[in-house]
Structures are given as C-alpha cells and as structure tokens.
C-alpha cells in the first residue's frame, strides 16, 4: 500500500487550505472527503463574509488567525482567482447600550490588531449604505466579502495542481496506528448504502473534518471534546437588490455571536440571517416558519427593503463550536498531542470566523508540524490558479473575442446569470472530476439565479450525463443518494 | 466595437407563440425589416414541450397539440421569409432600444425603430414561495418536469404530490400518470382551483386524482431525494392551521404555483411595471411607458390559453406597422381603475381616439355578476357572466371613450 506523507480528513475550506499550504513542500497529500465536492457542509453554507477580526476575545486564535487571514485575502483572490471584495462593513446601533458596546468591540478590534475601525454617526451611515437603518455604526473598512464555494474549489484546484490527490466518496469510518508510528486510515463510499470501503496508509493525519472533527477527534483517541451545532438559516434575495447592499450590514454583535444581517454576495444577491439556533443535530439542514419569519422581521429593523416576492432562496449552515462543560463557547483548537496521537493535528471547533483564517489556520498548522519534522520546499509549487472566465462580467468587446475564439461562448446556458456554454463544460471538466449538478452550479453560478435552473438545469444535466459517460439514473444533484432521474420515458 | 451596428425597423424578442403571431401580422401589413430573435435552437417557445392537445380552438377552430400551434406560425414564417435567428439571447435592450444578442457566431447588434418583446413568463420556485425544510432533490417545477418528460426523455418521478392547480401543474398530473407514476393527490392554498375547470375534469376527476383546496405544503422532508412532505390545511389568510399537519410520503414534489412575465430585459431597458400583472403597463397599442418598446403575450400578463396570446400579438402587430410607417402613436392619457373585484386590466391606459380591446382578471370567483366599464358615470361596454373566476381571462372590447375626459372605471355590480 503507498504510504502518504499527510492524509487529511476533510476537504473544506480548512482542509483545502492546508493541502494547499502543504503542496508548497516535498510531501506525498492525500484529501479524504465523504462528500462528492469540496464545499457542501460549512465551507458552502455560511455568508461569504471576510471578517476584520474585531469580534473575538484578544490574544485567542479567532482573534489572531481571523486578522492575519483577513489581511492576506486580497493577494489570495488574486492568486487563486476568486472572487473577492474588500468593500467594507456596518455594524448599526440604535441605544446608548449599544454604543457603549460598540466601544468596546472596536477597542478589542484594535487589541487584535484591526486597523481603520471608526464609529460613525448616522450622516456617515447613510454615504456608506442610503439603504440602512441606525443612528450610528461602527465601521470597518477592511471587512469584506469573498465567494466561498469559490474559495474553497480554488484551493483544492490549486493544491490539486501541486500534486495533492483528493479522494471525494471517502468518508473516514476508522483511524488505526500502527506500531511503526504510522497511521492507517479506513474509509467507505456511498456514505448512505456503503457501496465499497478503501484503506490509506499515511505518516501523518490532520483532522479539518469540520461539523465531524469531534467524531475523528475520538478515533485519534484525543477525546473528550464537545461539540455543538450552531444552526444558522439565511433567505437569499434576487440580485436585483445588490445597489441597495454595498456591505454588510450587521448588528452589535457579542463574542459568540454575530446577531443577524444583511449582506451582500459577491454576485450580488442580497443575504438575510443567520439565525444562529443550538444543536446537537449536526446533519439536518431544515429551515423552519418560524425562522423564516423570525429573519424577515429581525432583518426588517436594520434595512427597511425586504420584500418577500424578492426570495429566491433558503439555505441552512451549521457551525461546529467547541464547548466547555458549562455550554461555553472555545476558541479554535488547533493541537499536536504526542503522548496520545503523535503525528497527527487536531482541529476542533472551526467555526466562523474559519472561511476568513483558513490559509492562516493553515499556515499555523504547518508551525505546528514544523516542530515535529522537516519540511522541504517544492521548488515546483505554482501558487497560482486560473479559474472560469465569466462571461457575464466581461465588456461587450471582451464577449465578442471570447466568442470569435471559442464559439461556446455564444450559447447562453443559463439566462439569470448570463452563463455560457463554454464556461458550464469548463466546470463539468473540473480538475477535481465533481460531477454532480451542485458542483457545475458552484463553479459556474448557473442556477442560482431568480428561476433557480428552470430554464438551464435540464442542458447542464445533458451535458453532465455525455462528458462522464452515465446514465441519467446515475446523476446525483448534490450527495450521495440524490439522483434526479428515476430512468428513461420511452 | 469591432461589429457594426446593423439598422432594422423592428426587433422580436422572442419567437415563441406571441413573437411568431406579431412576425406574421407585421409582414403581412407591410413591414418588412423585422427580425426574431430566439434563444432556444427552435422557434416555438413553451409550446415545444407542451404535447397535450387543447390549443387552436379560438385561434383555428380546431384543437391542436402546442407543437402543432405553433409549427402553424412556424410554417407561414419560412414560407413568407420572415427572418428569423435562433439559439441566439438578447442579453441587453436599451431605451434607446440598441439591442445586443449573443450568438455562437458573434455578438450582434441591432438598433431598431421599435422592439417588441414576447419572452413570455417563467415559473415561481419553492425558493421564491419559501416553503420550509429541507432542500433534496426531487422538487420540480411543472414546466421542468415537463421539459424532462416531453424534451429530454428523463422521467423524474414515481410517488408524486403537486402543490398548485395551475394548468400545468393539473396537466402534468395526468402527463405523469400515463407515464407509470402515481399522483397522489394535488393541494391548492386557495380555496377555489386556479387552473381552468376543464383541466381539473380532463386531468385529475378522469384519472381519480384528488384536489384538496385550502391546503398547502408546509414542510419538505430529506436530505438527499425527496422523501416526503407535510401537509396542512390553512385558514383564509393562508396560515396553516395548527394540529392539521400530514405527512405525505413521495419521492417527487411538483410545483405549480404561478407564472411570472421574464421581465428582466424589459427593467433595464427602464420599462415600468405593473405591480399586479408584473408585466408593463401599456397602452391600447401595447406600447410601454419607452416609446418604441411594445409588449404581448405572457411577458404582458400571463395568460390561460395560446390563442388569446396570438390574438393579442397580432393586435400588437398593427399598432407596430402603423408607429413604423407615421413615428408615433397617439397619446394616451385617460387612465383605466378597477374596483376590489378585478385584478388587473390591460391597457392600462387609452387614447380613447379607438376602440379597444380590454383583457382582465377578476380577483375572486363570482356568480351572477356583470362586468361594466364607465366614463364619467356613462356605461361604454359591459359583460354579463354566470361565473366568473380568477383563472379565465375576460376580454370587451370598448368604443366610446373620450380623450381628456375623466379615467376609466371598471367594476363589478
């Protein structure tokens, strides 16, 4: 069996971030992933926002890995082509309670090292965003927002194009060491009717597993620590809207707990939530009424805009938050415990803000390793990426080049979001080899728009079905067990 | 810009069964420089898709299939040379009306002396409804499902439930049953159907299909494939009424649950809309408030059978040849306002210089009532029905308004 140098668990934003930090040394990475892509659980489910790092009790890795990650995104954008926008963020206020803590946030901001934070009064408030409500608002510049499935596909790409092989359909059912220090990992496939089990072998394990970093934690005997779900439930708007949102708008948030908002996404639809509900149920993605409700009249007090014949979406996200024996919320855990699981990093708790720290969670971990062994620069490491051309933010005169070279870039697929034939085969050919319909509508945004894939999933499910050669009963929409078509009519 | 701009007196866009209608009409008054631009690779629109028969009747006095309906049009358009370019999508119109279309053979763009547009409507999602749970796959739209079916030969479904008695929801009821799935059963949150009544004979009282009305969809249940749905009963404002909830097993949720106009063209070419029809608001020549920018068919309000479509289109289309020919068209500034009982109307507004034809909805079913449109307190046309529902449009045609009069009134006595 081929004996890996790091196998880790877990190809999210966090795993992906490390694959790709560690594909700039000579060693042999494996990505374990249960799902069929990149970005389905955390990674894919949260605001898309690159937070400024103010947040966060100082001296705490949330604190220290959110400001250094956040300073770090826009060469990150730049290197690995996704989108990203340093555009900015509100935090509105209304009573005097609230700007005494407003005060404190942006005095913790400063501890942490956030620059440019300001408190600004309500004539400001209304430059920034005309749309807001509030009498003032703390404002943080250097705030943003990025893609996240984006994001996190650009790092797995870009560690893919160093070397790193990701194994999607693995989901880690065992972890077992071995006498000689090394580390044999089992895995199944199918997640739901085990369709078949493989085995890797590996001198190093890093669990990035996410919402199930407390269930590998357990299998590399460090256990013990408690996880909860934080169930968040947003409602995306049409992007129409995107004008009347140029950042997010925020409450006044405690350390635990961000309040809910309004936001933008880098495509420009407009962002209510979260909601931010307690759970021990890690896997159910359900939106309730009441949620709904509770988010359209929450949203409603900061941004008088929210209309509901403007829903083009609902969406769930669950993040994972270490806690102590009173429910209280921890700081990232990022260890190496020898005397337990040597050569083997544990993260545990990588919630928000883990999109904005990712390639510096990352870089912490490589320290980490560091101390435990040598690590050889790959002198053929490429750090940068090339990601899909968007023909929908392109000038009329780059669309007629891109179309008199590539005549696929004449054939709108998607009308919503204006998505070419050209760019849809470039996603299904994805270097990762995703195949499901998530995964086009991910690298593409086809589908995601106001007719959410009425006119342009059944092209984009044509043309899935042609490039990999399967049946229509064998393409699955986004997991495991969630095929869209039960066979053939004539 | 490397292309030239190419001059053209009237751009169609879209050839589905109003833009065809307005093409063969133009040409047949004389205009000549005219072009449809289609998207889809074949003229015909949702037509295409739409096996069933039922359409013509109106229009032909037959009844026809949709893809029969339209390859009538089809057939006179290649006859006549009316030029036409398909898998082609207009991705801007200014108010200016310079149009710019994608194609695989370039990005083309055409200024022209008026613009009609006939992209007809698209469908309200669950995402737009909001409807609570999870998000498996195996929640289609009517007109997905339909394209799959009809188009793609794909069969998405075997335990079905449909939320919604639109028609097409009603008409893939039975599409689904006769390809081997089982229709359980068709919710509906209003209290009265929303399709035509001969659809919920044809389509669900043969198949043995039931119709449960006041109830609806409240929660989607599975994290993969659809596994089931609850469902509850509501009160008259909607709300489900707690302690009524079922759990209905299915693997296949179908929605059909409104038509939107595809009006995105249309607002960033600075057209206003109506808030009703979320069509434009138009005159009696179907002009929008840009001038030289014309509107029928389903983009204009949605409608419930083609043939009205046509009709429209080709009433669209004379007013069209006459504003090429003369440059403009008289002014229209005598408003139409409708009491509790209607919807909405097209026009909007009128000249009052001609007779026109008025298309409405009533806004609840009503028996025994008469239709009336005023000025000024003078009856100009009126309309007895023995019912009238929300799902059938009603057309009258008015003479006798007088320009810089008082508004229309329209109302139900």
Redesign the interface.
């Known amino acids: 069996m081929e004996l890996f140098d790091v196998l880790i668990i877990g190809g999210g934003v966090v795993g992906s971030a490390i694959a790709r930090q560690l594909s700039r040394y000579r060693l042999k990475i494996g990505v374990l992933e249960k799902n069929l892509d990149v970005c389905y659980e955390t990674s894919g489910r949260n605001t898309g926002v690159c937070h400024g790092g103010f947040a966060y009790d100082p001296g705490s890795l949330k604190a220290r890995l959110c400001v250094k990650g956040n300073q770090m995104m826009g060469d990150l954008a730049e290197e690995l082509d996704f989108s990203f926008k340093r555009c900015g963020k509100v935090l509105v206020g209304f009573t005097d309670e609230e700007r005494a803590r407003l005060h404190e946030v942006m005095e913790q901001g400063e501890k942490n090292g956030v620059k440019h934070l300001s408190i600004i009064e309500k004539e400001r408030l209304r430059e920034l965003v005309p749309t807001v409500e509030g009498e003032f608002a703390m404002y943080s510049p250097d705030s943003g927002i990025l893609d996240p499935f984006m994001m996190t596909i650009a790092l797995a790409e870009n560690a893919h194009q160093n070397g790193v092989s990701y194994f999607l359909d693995n989901e880690v059912v065992g972890i077992h060491r071995e006498e000689d220090d090394t580390w044999t990992v089992s895995t199944k496939h199918g997640e739901l009717n085990a369709s078949g089990a493989s085995t890797y072998h590996t001198r190093w394990v890093i669990n990035a597993a996410g919402l199930g970093c407390g269930v590998i934690s357990d299998m590399l005997g460090l256990t013990g620590n408690r996880i909860i779900g934080s169930k968040d439930d947003y409602i995306i708007l049409d992007n129409r809207l995107s004008k009347l949102v140029p950042m997010p708008i925020y409450t006044v948030p405690s350390n635990t707990y961000m309040g809910i908002h309004v936001s933008v996404t880098t495509d420009g639809n407009v962002l209510l939530g979260p909601t931010a509900e307690d759970t021990e149920d890690l896997h159910w993605y359900g939106v309730a009424q009441k949620n709904l409700d509770y988010l359209y009249e929450e949203a409603t007090k900061i941004w008088p805009h929210v209309n509901r014949g403007d829903y083009i979406r609902t969406y769930t996200g669950i993040l994972p938050k270490w806690i102590d024996e009173n429910g209280k919320i921890q700081d990232f855990k990022i260890e190496i415990v020898d005397d337990v699981a040597p050569h083997a990093v544990n993260l545990v708790g990588i919630e928000s803000p883990g999109l904005t720290a990712s390639v510096a969670i990352a870089d912490y971990v490589i320290e980490l390793m560091k101390e435990h062994m040598d690590l050889l620069e790959n002198p053929g490491f490429v750090p940068v990426r090339t990601g899909i051309k968007k023909f929908a933010e392109m000038s009329e005169e780059e669309q007629a080049e891109c179309i008199r070279r590539n005549p696929d870039y004449g054939e709108l697929i998607c009308r919503c979001q204006k998505v070419t034939k050209a760019e849809i085969l470039e996603a299904v050919r994805n270097p990762l080899g995703v195949h499901t319909m998530v995964g086009v509508k991910y690298r593409t945004r086809s589908m995601m728009g106001r007719c959410q894939g009425g006119y342009c999933q059944m092209r984009i499910a044509e043309l899935l079905e042609k490039e990999y050669g399967i049946r229509e009963t064998e393409l699955e929409y986004n997991r495991q067990g969630s095929q869209l078509f039960f066979g053939t009519v004539r | 810009?490397?292309?030239e701009i190419k001059n053209i007196d009237v751009l169609i866009v879209g050839g589905g069964p109003a833009g065809l209608s307005a093409a063969v009409e133009l040409w047949k008054k004389g205009v000549r420089d005219i072009l449809i631009v289609e998207?889809e690779k074949h003229l015909g629109g949702i037509l295409r898709q739409c096996i069933h028969d039922g359409f013509g009747l109106t229009r032909f006095g037959v009844t026809l299939s949709g893809p029969e309906y339209a390859g009538r049009f089809i057939s006179e358009v290649r006859e006549l040379g009316i030029p036409y370019i398909v898998?082609a999508?207009v991705?801007n119109v200014t108010g200016d009306r310079l149009v710019?279309v994608?194609?695989?053979?370039?990005?083309l763009r055409y200024q022209a002396k008026a613009v009609v547009l006939t992209m007809g409507c698209?469908?309200r999602?669950?995402?737009?409804?909001?409807i609570?749970?999870?998000?498996?796959?195996?929640v289609f739209?009517a007109?997905?499902a339909q394209?799959?079916?009809n188009?793609?030969?794909?069969?998405?479904?075997?335990e079905v439930v449909i939320l919604g008695s639109g028609d097409i929801g009603m008409i893939m009821a039975r599409r689904l049953t006769l390809?081997g799935a089982h229709v359980k059963a068709v919710y509906e949150v209003q209290p009265y159907p929303s399709g035509l009544p001969r659809n919920i004979e044809q389509c669900l009282n043969d198949y043995n299909i039931p119709l449960y009305l006041s109830h609806t969809v409240?929660?989607?249940?599975g994290?993969?494939?659809l596994k089931g749905v609850t469902v509850s009963k509501v009160d008259e404002k909607f709300r489900?009424i707690p302690g009524t909830e079922e759990y209905v097993e299915c693997d296949t949720l179908i929605l059909s649950v409104g038509l939107l106009p595809e009006n995105?063209l249309s607002?960033d070419a600075g057209v206003v809309l109506d808030k009703r029809t979320r069509g434009a608001v138009v005159d009696e020549h179907y002009q929008t408030s840009v001038p030289g920018i014309f509107a029928a068919g389903n983009v204009l309000h949605v409608h419930d059978l083609v043939d009205f479509v046509s009709m429209e289109a080709e009433q669209l289309a004379d007013h069209v040849a006459r504003f090429i020919s003369e440059g403009s068209l008289s002014e229209c500034d005598v408003k139409l306002n409708y009491d509790g009982n209607i919807n909405h109307t097209i026009p909007q507004k009128v000249s009052g210089d001609e007779k026109f034809r008025l298309s409405l909805r009533v806004s609840h079913p009503m028996k025994d009532v008469k239709i009336v449109v005023m000025q000024d307190g003078r009856e100009l046309a009126s309309r007895k029905m023995k019912k009238a529902l929300p799902a059938e449009m009603v057309q009258l045609d008015v003479e006798g308004v007088k320009s810089g009069a008082g508004d229309l009134q329209v109302c139900v006595v």
Request: hydrophobic share 30%; no cysteine; aromatic share 4%.
């Open positions: 810009m490397s292309e998207r898998n999508a991705t710019t994608v194609t695989p053979g370039g990005l698209r469908e999602t669950r995402g737009a409804l909001a609570p749970g999870e998000r498996p796959s195996g739209t007109g997905v394209a799959y079916i188009l793609y030969n794909k069969m998405p479904a075997k390809e409240t929660e989607i249940h994290d993969r494939r489900p995105e607002i």
